[in-house]
């Protein structure tokens, strides 16, 4: 009789920690045994040569999503999981967006009906742009409690920014009842502004989207952002930051002992605002917020993966196809203004960041790990049964081909968008076969997994989520002459 359902054989098994040649066994979904010379399995694996890595998380990215642009997106949740699964991403935590008018509660249980489709495990972000007494008081403390504990504010865009005072009542109630805040941190007046200005005098070109969000915009939102929640003692997750400024906020805030966490993403690494500068409308193609930056950003960036100043890699998979369905919704030559801000990501998220990052020294493979599994996870409430390879996790791995080269065009990845923003790069390292709870979903170029087979995790804040306990004196009913105002 075997001993295991499944058994991967002699891989390179890596997590953010630790590195052994080992057999790993999986029953029932979960890792059960870690050794050499593990028993027979129903199935085996031969990973010898091979890297056995956690399958990834990706905690920020948009699938089956409204924008605010009233633009809907490419991938369904069939289409964006299949995608994230052949890139090695087992777990995605996409939104559940409320535009505003709408009951929160009802957006979460349309965005859980759509997931049905999903193909792997996933959670969701709430984005709040109503944050209306009944949101307040009821539907967000009670979905808060039923495991959807993290919640997402925008700065910027009209339709679904916060002013700075709802933003305090949402850290405010996320402080009480225990969950993560993630923010998307531009400065609304300084873009608006600007925008207004260039379009005025003609310059209404893809490019000048990337003039319009101008470094200083970002790097005040996340200043500001960063203040009001040590105001309230609230820890914060900065998402897509793109600027060496932004970070250095970051760190510093990091280096004073606040609870911030940095996240960023491929565009910030591998493109610049030189690629919005193409002929006619293409241009669109890489138009997303914040947008990308130019050379010394990157260089910034890559410091702060290196140095820990960034908690996660990410993908902000915003996918819009280049079409009257997507990009060019509102019009067959839009102006930067009329442009769905978005790139696909999620499927080449983890290579990218293996091949330019790994393979050319400039983080270990244990940094990779953390930055695009255990961290993730950690963050957001689902460590350790995501993220890591350890007895009693999810069976959740990537086994990669640290060789294998794989050359990028518009037609490589699975996602329904139509365009690969990255096109004409040579990747080196590829996951070749993926596991999601010791189901091989993904081998030999092919999709294994049924469609719907993925689950809604529902889960708590986690420890990143805590306070510190460290409330400015005005706050602080001892030292401000008795005042309770929390």
Request: hydrophobic residues 40%.
């Amino acid at each position: 009789m075997e001993d295991f359902d499944l058994v991967i054989r002699a891989g390179d098994v890596i997590t953010a920690s630790d590195r052994m040649t080992a057999d790993i066994g999986i029953r029932q979904g979960r890792i059960t045994a870690l050794g050499e010379r593990l028993g027979r399995g129903i199935r085996e694996i031969d990973a010898s040569g091979k890297l056995v890595l956690p399958g990834g998380v990706d905690s920020h990215c948009h699938i089956e999503q409204l924008s605010a642009f009233g633009i809907m997106t490419a991938d369904d949740f069939y289409t964006g999981t299949m995608s994230a699964a052949y890139g090695g991403t087992t777990t995605v935590i996409p939104f559940a967006a409320q535009h505003r008018g709408q009951s929160l509660k009802t957006v979460v249980d349309d965005y859980r009906a759509c997931a049905k489709k999903a193909v792997i495990d996933h959670a969701f972000h709430m984005i709040v742009s109503d944050p209306s007494p009944e949101v307040l008081d009821s539907e967000l403390p009670a979905l808060i409690q039923e495991g959807f504990s993290s919640i997402k504010l925008f700065m910027t865009y009209d339709n679904i920014r916060v002013s700075d005072e709802q933003m305090l009542d949402v850290l405010a109630l996320a402080r009480k009842e225990h969950a993560m805040v993630v923010v998307h941190a531009e400065n609304h007046g300084m873009i608006h502004w600007l925008a207004d200005k260039l379009l005025q005098k003609g310059y209404r070109s893809p490019k000048y989207h990337a003039v319009s969000h101008v470094r200083l915009a970002e790097t005040e939102a996340v200043s500001r952002a960063i203040q009001m929640a040590e105001m309230l003692d609230q820890p914060l997750t900065i998402f897509h930051v793109s600027t060496e400024g932004s970070m250095k906020v970051i760190r510093a805030a990091q280096d004073r002992g606040q609870r911030i966490y940095g996240e960023t993403c491929p565009q910030y690494l591998f493109l610049t605002a030189e690629d919005l500068d193409k002929p006619g409308v293409d241009g669109a193609m890489w138009c997303c917020s914040p947008p990308p930056r130019d050379q010394e950003d990157q260089t910034a960036i890559w410091r702060g993966l290196a140095n820990g100043t960034f908690q996660v890699f990410s993908s902000d998979h915003a996918p819009y196809s280049f079409d009257e369905h997507g990009k060019l919704a509102r019009s067959k030559d839009p102006s930067f203004r009329e442009i769905a801000n978005g790139l696909p990501g999620l499927e080449l998220r983890m290579p990218l960041l293996f091949s330019e990052g790994v393979r050319r020294g400039r983080i270990d493979i244990h940094r990779f790990v953390e930055l695009c599994c255990t961290n993730g996870a950690r963050l957001y409430g689902l460590h350790p049964q995501k993220g890591t390879i350890a007895i009693g996790a999810d069976a959740d791995i990537a086994i990669w081909d640290p060789d294998m080269k794989v050359t990028l065009g518009h037609d490589s990845t699975h996602d329904a968008t139509g365009y690969c923003p990255y096109a004409g790069m040579t990747l080196t390292g590829w996951p070749v076969t993926v596991l999601s709870r010791g189901e091989v979903i993904i081998d030999g170029g092919a999709c294994h997994a049924k469609r719907g087979r993925g689950r809604l995790l529902l889960r708590p804040a986690g420890d990143a989520a805590k306070p510190l306990g460290k409330l400015p004196a005005e706050l602080d009913p001892a030292r401000n002459f008795g005042a309770d105002v929390l």
